[in-house]
């Protein structure tokens, strides 16, 4: 099974082989984050609506859980 990187990792090959000062290595760690990046909110927000909540509520529950009476005033969210 290829990986949903794989298409990326092959262009990105095809252009270094095509431009020998091409920056490889630093826009494929750039890709690869942002690649990552973006499996990590879809697993997130698939945790998150199993609970019932989405980012928004769970920032403002983090935010109210952090503070040390857990309160807030509406302003300081």
């Known amino acids: 099974m290829e990986s949903s990187f ?5 262009m990105l090959n095809f252009r270094a082989t095509r431009q ?3 920056p490889y290595q630093e826009i494929l760690l750039t890709r690869l984050c942002m690649h ?3 499996k ?3 697993n997130r927000n698939k945790m998150l ?3 019932g909540i989405n980012e928004t509520l769970f920032m ?5 859980d952090a ?3 857990h309160s807030i005033q ?3 969210l």
């Open 36 to 38: 990552m990046q973006g």
């Open 74 to 76: 509406p302003s300081e």
């Open 40 to 42: 990590l909110l879809e």
């Open 49 to 51: 609506k199993a609970q």
């Open 67 to 69: 503070q040390e009476s």
């Open 60 to 64: 403002a529950l983090i935010t109210l």
């Open 20 to 22: 020998k000062d091409f």
């Open 6 to 10: 794989a298409p990326i990792e092959q």
